[in-house]
């Protein structure tokens, strides 16, 4: 029983040993310096699928490997800059954009944060202006009173 046992731990170190997912074995090569620009800068506009806070030019995960792959291809088929992105946005959605489009869906996520900073202004000034108003001038205010007369 303990050789099987055994036998059925090794097996699983194995098959968990093979599961590790495998590095990026070749480089991506570029044509020219510019073309390597292009890619460098395109990769940090987008938004690893996986790790979702990091740019696909920063990510090690292996799909962010596998999409950094995929854009280089696309470039190299002569996409612009905007084909591309689409391309990656029809496949995974408008999220994996890092500054997405201006449109009806988006104009909370552009001006919210705008909004909500003006918002807390315009709160934070009727608070101080209507606090300033309730407080009363104490009685005694205009004259200098002397270090005896203080009540601590």
């Known amino acids: 029983m303990k050789a099987v046992a055994g036998l059925l731990v090794w097996l699983c170190l194995a098959i968990a040993a093979q599961a590790q997912p495998a590095g990026d074995p070749t480089p991506l090569q570029y044509r020219d310096r510019v073309e390597e ?3 460098h800068a395109l990769t940090a506009e987008l938004r690893c699928v996986q790790c ?3 740019s696909l030019a920063d990510s090690n995960a292996q799909i962010a ?3 950094r792959r995929e854009v280089l291809t696309l470039m190299q088929q002569g996409r612009s800059d905007a084909e591309i992105k689409q391309f990656l946005v029809d496949r ?3 999220f994996v ?5 201006l449109e009806g869906s988006t104009l909370l996520l552009w001006f919210g944060p705008g909004l909500l900073l ?3 202004a315009v709160v934070l000034v009727l608070y101080v202006r209507r606090r300033a108003r309730a407080v009363p001038l ?3 205010a205009g004259r200098d ?3 005896d007369d203080r009540q601590w």
């Open 65 to 67: 490997h596998d999409l």
């Open 138 to 140: 104490a009685p005694d």
């Open 37 to 39: 620009t292009r890619f």
């Open 92 to 94: 995974y959605g408008p």
């Open 97 to 101: 954009l890092y500054r997405p489009q």
């Open 52 to 54: 979702q806070n990091q």
């Open 145 to 147: 009173t002397s270090q």
């Open 118 to 120: 003006l918002v807390g």
